[in-house]
Structures are given as C-alpha cells and as structure tokens.
C-alpha cells in the first residue's frame, strides 16, 4: 500500500499568496495513497527539512511529494533529506506548484485548483517511482580550455596551477585574443601588454598546459567526465617544433603590404607572420591567400632565408583526437561592423575610426609608436568626437542590449587622449554614462572633471566633412538644441557582438545560446558559469559583454568547477538512463542514430548453436544521459527511461 | 514497352537457373480490374503472372515476412517507383538486405506498362532524384488545396467526420510497408497509450499515432487508402506529412538504401524555428 507524504510550502507569500495552501493540504489529504499532507512556510529551512524526515520515519513513508518551486530548485536538497531519512531518494518528486502556478497566475481559486491537479499528477507518478541507485562514472582529469584570450589564459592557468592537466586551443597564431591589442586599460590605467605577456609566456612553459595555436575544434562527443575532442591543427606552413622565431622569414617576404588584422588595418603585415612582436608562440604562419608561391608557385623567399629550414609548403592540416574531461568555453566576442552606420561615414572618412582602432594608434607598440595620429594624414588631431553606443542599445539597427565596456573605454580614451595630445580636446556624445564598478565612477568623473573631456549627452544624427573638417552634429538632449561640433578625428564605441560563428561552434560542442549568438549558463543568477551541458563551463566575453576584471573573475570560477569535477576519480550520475525492450524492437537502428551521446550499440541475439536469431538496440547505461531522445523516437514502444518510464508518465497525466 | 509474356520467361530462367527462390508479382484478382499478389516458385505459378497498369499494389512489405529473407537467398519482385522507395526505406532501417533483392521496376502511364532499367536497388537513385526534382503534375490532390483553406475548427471537423468511420480494423496498417514492427504500439498496453476502443479519441489518438510514425517515411503507395474498408481518405494526411517533410528539412523519403531518417539524424542546418 502506498503511503504518501505531500508537503505543502508556502515559499513565505510566493506560493500563499496565490494558492490557498490549508485548502490544497485539505484536498490532497483525501487523496488516495496519501498518508500526510501537511503545509509550512518554508520546507526549504532547517526546521522544515528536519519536519519532512520526521514524518518520513513516523509514517513509514513510501513515497514523498514536495509541492513548491520548481525542482531545477530544490530537489537535489530534498532528496538529501530523504536519503537521510531512510528512503530511497529517487522516491521523492517535485510538484511544482511556483513557477508553473502561483508566479503565473492571478486568481486564487483557478490556482489553488491547479495546483491541485499539479500535486495529485505527481502523486500518481510517484506511486510508480522504483528504488533507483546512482551510477557511477570515471572521470578523466584533463581540461580542454576553448579560446587564449585573457579568459582562457586565466581559466587554463588556474586549473594547471592546480596541478590537472590543460590542452588549450586558439584558433588564432597566437594566444592574446583582443586584450593584446589594448593600450591602456581601465580603471587603473595599467599598459595591457605589460600585465598580459607575462601570463601568455606562462601558459606557453606552463608543465601542464598543452597550448594548441592555430588549432581549431572539430568535433566533440560523449558526455561530462568523458569528452572525445577531435582538434585541427591547421596548417602553418613552418614547423613549430623548429622554428625559433628568429623573425629572418618576416624580414625577407617580398609581400609587405597587407593590412594587418591585429592592427585593424591601420598597419600592415608580410604573408608570413606573426600577429605582434610578443606573439605566443612567437613561430610565424603562412597567409596563404596573400603568398606569391600559393599563388603562382614561385617565391619561396622565405624557404630560403630560414636557416633552419622550418619552412615547408607541403604542410598539410593535422587531426588530433583527445580525451577530455571538461570543457571551459572562452571564445570571446567581436566588435560589431559599423557598415550599417552610413551616417557616422565609417569606411567612407579614414579619420572615423572604432574604439579598438583608438587602441592600437594609443599602444606604444601600434604603428603610429603610441603617438595619436589620424589615419588619413598623420597628423595630431585637435579636436576629437567620440560616440558612444554606436551600435549598442539601438534595437533598429544595431543591437537591443548595452556593451557595457564602452562607457568604460571612452572615458578612458578622452583620458589617453587628453594625456598624449595636451592642447586637444574631446567631446562624448553619451546616452547614459553607465560605470558601475569599483572605481568606475570615479574614473569617468577624472575625465570629466580632471581631463576636461566635454560630455554632451544625446545621439548623433550625421557626420559629413566640409572644409577638411569632419562635422558631427547631434543633439544636446539636457539644453535641448542641435549642436554641430567640428572635429578632426571621430571615433566610434561600436557594440560588443558574439563571434560571427558563435551559433554554429555552439552546436558544434553542444551548447545553447541566445538570440544574439551569446552563450547561455544554465542559471542566470544562480549557475551563472555553467552552460547547458554538464561538464561545459564558460568563461569572459563568450557569454555576454565583459570587461577584463569580469571575464578574469567567471574564468577562475569556471576554473573552480572544473577542481571540483577532477577533485575525485569518479563521477556519481543520476540513475536516469534509458533501456530497451529487446523482445519487441524492431531493429531499425532509429534510436541508434537519434541518440545524441551514442549510447545505444547493437546487440545481436544468438541461439545455442551461435546463430544470430536477431539484431536489436542496447543502451549502455554509462554512456546514456537520461535526454529521452530516443523514447520519443521508438515507433515500436521498445525505450523505457528509468524515473520518466511510460507509465509514471502515462499515470501522471491521467491524474489530470 | 515490355510485354507480359517476356515477363513470364524471365521469371521462369531466373527460378530454372537457381538465381532467386521467388518472385513477386501480380495474378488476376476477384474483379477483371483487380489484382492480387502472386508468390511465384513454380513455373505453373508463373504462367499466372499479370502485368499491366492495373497493377498497383506495394508488394514491398511481403519482402520483411519473418523468415523469407533468412536464408540468404534471393527474391525478385515487382516494384512501381514508390515500392522501390519502400524498399529503400527497408534496406536504410536495416529490415533487409537489399543485395538479395531483384527488382522488376515497371510503371504505368494510362493503360501501357513501361519497364524501368535496372536491377539492383542503386541503379535506380538517379532516377528517384528525378521524381524528388519533378513531381508528376497530377499528383497533387484537390482535396488538399480545399483541406488548406479551411480553418483549424473547420478542418478538425473534417477529420472528426472522416476518423468516426474508422472501425480500428488496422488494414491501413498491415498494408503499409512501413509498418513493419514485431509488435505495434497500439498494441501495447501497459500502458495503453492509444485507445483500442473506436471512438472519437481513440480514432484520433491511432490516426495521428500512424500519421507520425509515417512522416518522412510514407512514400505515397497508396496501399493503406486503397485498403480502408469505410473509405477514409488517408493519402490526405500523408501527402501533406510528406510536403511539409520536403520543405522543412529537404527529405524524400526512400532516396536511397543508405537515407537517414529524417526524425532520428540531426543537421547543422536543419531549421530551429520550432524550438523556443
Ligand atoms: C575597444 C575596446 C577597449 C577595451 N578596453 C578595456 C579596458 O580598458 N579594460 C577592460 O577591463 N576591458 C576592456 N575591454 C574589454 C576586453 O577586451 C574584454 O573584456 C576581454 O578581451 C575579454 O576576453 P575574452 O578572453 O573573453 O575574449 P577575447 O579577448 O575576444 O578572446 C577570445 C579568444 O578566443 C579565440 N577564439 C574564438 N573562437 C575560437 C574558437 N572557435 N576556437 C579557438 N579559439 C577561438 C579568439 O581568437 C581569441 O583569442 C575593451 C574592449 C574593447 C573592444
Ligand atoms: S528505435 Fe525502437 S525499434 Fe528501432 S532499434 Fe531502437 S529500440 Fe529498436
Ligand atoms: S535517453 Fe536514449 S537518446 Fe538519450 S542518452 Fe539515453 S540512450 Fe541516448
Ligand atoms: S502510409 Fe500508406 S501510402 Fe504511405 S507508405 Fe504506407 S501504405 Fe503507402
Ligand atoms: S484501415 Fe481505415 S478503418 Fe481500418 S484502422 Fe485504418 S483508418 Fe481505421
């Protein structure tokens, strides 16, 4: 005979004030089955649990139902408390009678009823619960960091520093991603290289850290504990176990005139090199879309000129299969292509330049030496307009959210700017000055007040030039009238994107993302570093926008979960997996393809003599992840899911 | 134009010269326009062979009868396009191995019979493209354009009426060739997912059940309408279930031996539209 304990939570007024909770306890009460139906303010507290176990142990409680928030919540504590009290915690369930009830609805009656049905369908369900036993799976303590920008650099040293082994793929030359093309960074200022290249050297020499450049993930499979990576080392065309970085090739390239990515165009680059100076690994490749012999098969110049011989055109792109037993996502952002602002003449006036363009003129190792010279003559500029949100917080053309950095960087550009050219001076054109952070505020009042940057707070509507001139005209929203400011340089505060491939690579590992391609957590406030599948981490501006501190604060965090995956040789999984009915499958081999973790093999059934009588789909329970897929897909009915079977299922929906 | 009685002696050297143990085809029926399904091993059996435009039956499906394939030897059957397409679908759900199969591939257009060139399942994926790319003109029922332009309560109606005939007889099913299961999930009861009693949900739950396990596997025989005793038009659902196949995820069901199915493989490509 089953005997039933329902528990009925208040969640202090979050359920009560919308569910008559003495009600719902009075009619769960009649309820076949149901041996205690009590309610309490907080069932989640200490003295709540402790109630729940009593009346475990007083009762000889079968089965138990929490009717509260939703389980993603809380069930993991409650089946604690059932364990702790003697009963097997896979006999407890969820009615969730918060998200899907109180926080949705507005008449007490219809809720209090609903939450009724919700209760009795999962007292129906649990009735049919069985003893399950968790399962327990190896690990392996190898991570596989995604991205060397500062996030993956920080993420891949924490987790070496911890002694576990590291393999981190960027797919760029080097490591650095858009930190090494900063100058100075907010708020204090510090030169970026400085306090990056050192941590780039380490992760190179780092005993634990495998560092794949110019590397790209392929392919990833299996499950958290157990990833199977499949890497492609592209081809560089120089041997990076010789090459010793001399730089001689660089020097002798006859191609000398292409514009270089790292420097966002404004300086340039040969066919064969590195991206900067302190490129990690300092070992140059191959552009081979610019390099006169992939063209014409003549040149070599660089062949020749290495006296090592660590050039060669053969070079073909490399596979590399891995083991992985965490993922930590780092792939970073883009800044957004301001094509579609045709106003501000981006693309159209060599002297309206991007934020990240402002960077490399401020860098003391950019092509002007750090000194600020507009690309067009190179000259001083004296008078120079920045525009904030060029891109951000515009739902008609750009995108809907805020960068959050740019605020940040444009007062810290007004500040190099008023620092390197004394005698210039800058306008903001804002629309809110966003600097929430320590000593944020404080920062962008320096440029204000100190560094007499005039902030003018409103939109730009049209940059044309006129007499050499670059005229900006907007409107001052406080004064409320149009001001047109001449200047000599205008700079954009374009909008922070996701990568342009950010939805295609998060299918390719398995993640979700969001409207814009950012990568989701699987809580936004409560697991705000983990992403949709287990054993998958991220980390820095992959997610959303991020300045340095934040992407380095979710990195060492994703880093800690990743500790505390490896923290012991076996990884205890819930008991939630798949099995089939070997006497009615069909064979078709459906499920084997649906499965998206490969779980399902095909077993042949042989009589005595070894005769294979037939063929049919088998899950193997260490790989199954419980997802259901294969359930759903089954014509013949031949797929249970243990916790979710058919009739569990089939009996909470009839209690409807 | 190939005539029956060439046929006839072709199915003859092929059963004298030991190269299949039975071919499958048609004999006259109950009705001067109707045919029935013929399992010829004998040479008298073959003296029975008919073939002409009234020929119309997917024989497909005898071809997964336990234990005909198991002896590894060879069948020859008689196959229009779509039960080369059924066949396919068989041999990519692994229900048979389509290497022991000999088809006879005819069509029909108004009375006169044309053989189609090929033997092995392979050699006619060419020509199944070419019907992916040019559907017949007249293949397209009015009903369907009449069924579009309803509403959702006018349509449900439409459906209502036609399912309250249904008599749960499962013709429609032991007719298909898809519908090769050891045991139907109809029949399956603990628990009872779908109703076995014929009323208005147990209708609707068996015909929308069928309808699913079909999408992107119906290859549009027709065997199953021809086949339902009261009548009910489900080439209808099955011909949209397929259109909507062919545009959402660019699947003709039955392409070849090696097609995925479409409800089970998963592209990069495949339209996200329907998750939220
Ligand atoms: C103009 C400008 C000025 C800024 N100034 C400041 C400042 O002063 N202070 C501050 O705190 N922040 C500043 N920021 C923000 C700062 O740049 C970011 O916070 C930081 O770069 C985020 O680091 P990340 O590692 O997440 O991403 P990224 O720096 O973008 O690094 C991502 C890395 O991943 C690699 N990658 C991408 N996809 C793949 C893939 N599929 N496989 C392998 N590798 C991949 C990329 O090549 C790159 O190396 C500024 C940003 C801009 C645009
Ligand atoms: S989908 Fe069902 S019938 Fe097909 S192989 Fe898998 S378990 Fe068997
Ligand atoms: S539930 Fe089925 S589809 Fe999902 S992982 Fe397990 S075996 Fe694979
Ligand atoms: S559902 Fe009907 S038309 Fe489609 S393959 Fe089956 S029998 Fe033929
Ligand atoms: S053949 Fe017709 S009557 Fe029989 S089960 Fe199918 S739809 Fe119903």
Redesign the interface.
């Known amino acids: 005979m089953a005997k039933i304990g329902v528990f009925i939570c208040h969640c202090g007024e979050n359920i009560a004030s919308k569910v008559d909770c003495t009600k719902l306890a009075a009619a769960i009460g009649e309820h076949p089955g149901v041996a205690v139906s009590v309610e309490y303010k907080y069932f989640c507290s200490e003295p709540g649990q402790e109630s729940v176990k009593k009346a475990i142990r007083d009762n000889n409680l079968t089965g138990v139902i929490i009717a509260a928030c939703s389980p993603r919540m809380h069930e993991a504590t409650f089946r604690k408390v059932c364990a702790e009290a003697g009963l097997n915690p896979y006999l407890c369930e969820i009615a969730n009678i918060r998200e899907q009830c109180s926080w949705v609805h507005t008449d007490k009656d219809m809720a209090t009823e609903k939450a009724m049905d919700i209760t009795r369908s999962m007292i129906e369900k649990v009735k049919r619960n069985n003893k399950l036993q968790p399962i327990e799976v190896p690990v392996t303590r190898r991570a596989l960091v995604i991205g060397g920008g500062v996030a993956g650099i920080q993420a891949a040293l924490d987790i070496a520093n911890a002694g576990q082994e590291v393999v981190l793929v960027e797919r760029e030359p080097s490591l650095g991603g858009h930190m090494s093309q900063l100058s100075e960074t907010f708020p204090t200022l510090d030169c970026s290289q400085c306090i990056l290249t050192p941590r780039m050297v380490e992760v190179a020499q780092h005993p634990k850290i495998r560092l794949l450049t110019y590397a790209e993930v392929e392919h990833v499979d299996g499950f958290i504990g157990n990833f199977k990576v499949k890497i492609r080392m592209k081809s560089r065309y120089v041997n990076r176990d010789v090459c010793t970085g001399c730089g001689d090739c660089m020097v002798k390239c006859p191609v000398k005139k292409i514009s270089s990515e790292f420097d966002c165009g404004l300086g340039k680059r040969t066919a064969i090199y590195t991206p900067f100076a302190q490129s990690v690994p300092n070992i140059p490749v191959i552009d081979k879309a610019s390099c006169i012999y992939f063209k014409n098969g003549k040149c070599k110049t660089c062949m020749k000129s290495c006296q090592i011989n660590a050039i060669n055109f053969d070079m073909q792109d490399e596979f590399i299969d891995l083991e992985i037993g965490a993922i930590v996502v780092a792939t970073g952002f883009q800044i957004q292509n301001t094509a579609g602002y045709g106003e501000y003449g981006y693309g159209k006036y060599p002297d309206v330049i991007t934020g990240l363009q402002f960077e490399r003129l401020a860098t003391a190792s950019g092509p002007t030496s750090g000194k600020i010279l507009r690309p067009s003559d190179g000259k001083e500029p004296e008078t120079v307009v920045f525009i904030q949100c060029a891109g951000s917080r515009d739902p008609s053309k750009g995108v809907r959210y805020c960068s959050k950095i740019c605020c940040m960087y444009t007062a810290k550009h007004a500040m190099l700017y008023a620092h390197k050219v004394h005698h210039g001076k800058s306008h903001v054109f804002y629309m809110d000055i966003r600097a929430a952070g320590k000593g944020y505020d404080e920062f962008t009042r320096r440029t204000i007040e100190e560094d007499d940057a005039s902030y003018v707070r409103g939109r730009v509507s049209k940059v044309w030039l006129e007499n050499g001139k670059l005229m900006v005209r907007g409107v001052d929203t406080l004064l409320g009238r149009p001001v047109t400011i001449p200047a000599d340089m205008v700079v954009l505060a374009t909008a922070m994107v996701p990568q342009p491939n950010a939805i295609e690579f998060a299918k390719t590992i398995g993640i979700a993302y969001d409207e814009y391609g950012y990568y989701n957590e699987a809580h936004l406030k409560l697991r705000p570093v983990e992403s949709s599948s287990a054993g998958i981490f991220l980390a820095g501006a992959c997610q959303s926008p991020k300045d340095i501190p934040d992407s380095i604060a979710q990195a060492s965090a994703s880093a800690s979960k990743v500790l505390a995956l490896f923290s012991k040789e076996t990884l205890e999984r819930e008991p939630v997996v798949a099995s089939t009915n070997e006497a009615t499958c069909a064979g078709c081999w459906g499920c084997v393809l649906a499965c998206p973790y490969n779980a399902i093999e095909q077993k042949d059934i042989l009589d005595r003599s070894g005769r294979i009588i037939k063929s049919v789909a088998s899950v193997n329970p260490g790989l199954c992840q419980g997802c259901g897929t294969c359930v759903t897909f089954c014509r013949s009915n031949s797929i249970d899911l243990a916790g979710f079977t058919e009739k569990q299922i089939f009996a909470e929906m009839m209690a409807l | 134009m190939i005539t029956q009685e060439k046929y006839r002696s072709k199915v003859k050297k092929l059963l004298a010269d030991g190269s299949v143990k039975m071919v499958i085809g048609y004999s006259p029926g109950s009705t001067a326009d109707r045919r029935r399904p013929l399992f010829i091993r004998s040479f008298e059996e073959a003296d029975q062979l008919v073939l002409d435009s009234n020929c119309i039956a997917n024989l497909s499906g005898y071809l997964v009868t336990e234990g005909l394939l198991s002896d590894e030897k060879r069948v020859a059957i008689f196959l229009r396009p779509e039960g080369i397409r059924s066949l396919n679908i068989l041999a990519a759900?692994?229900?048979l191995n389509v290497d022991q199969i000999i088809i006879f591939g005819f069509d029909s257009i108004g009375r006169e019979v044309n053989s189609l060139p090929g033997e092995h399942a392979d050699e006619f994926s060419e020509f199944i493209g070419s019907i992916k790319e040019n559907p017949p003109e007249k293949s397209r029922e009015p009903l369907l354009y009449q069924l579009e332009q309803m509403n959702p309560q006018e349509r449900f109606a439409f459906w209502k009426e036609e399912f309250s005939r249904c008599i749960k007889c499962y013709a429609c099913r032991q007719s298909c060739p898809m519908c090769?299961?050891?045991?139907?999930?109809v029949d399956?009861n603990?628990?009872q997912?779908v109703n076995t009693s014929s009323h208005t949900l147990g209708n609707f739950e068996w015909n929308i059940v069928r309808a699913f396990?079909l999408a992107g596997r119906c290859v549009g025989c027709g065997n199953c309408d021809r086949s339902c005793p009261v009548n009910i038009p489900l080439r209808l659902i099955n011909a949209k279930m397929s259109e909507e196949v062919l545009g959402s995820f660019n699947h003709f069901a039955g392409m070849s031996t090696t097609q995925?199915?479409v409800?089970?493989?998963?592209k990069?490509e495949d339209s996200e539209t329907f998750i939220l």
């Open positions: 759900e692994s229900q090769y299961c050891r045991r139907c999930v399956s603990q628990p997912w396990h995925e199915p409800l089970a493989s998963f990069k």
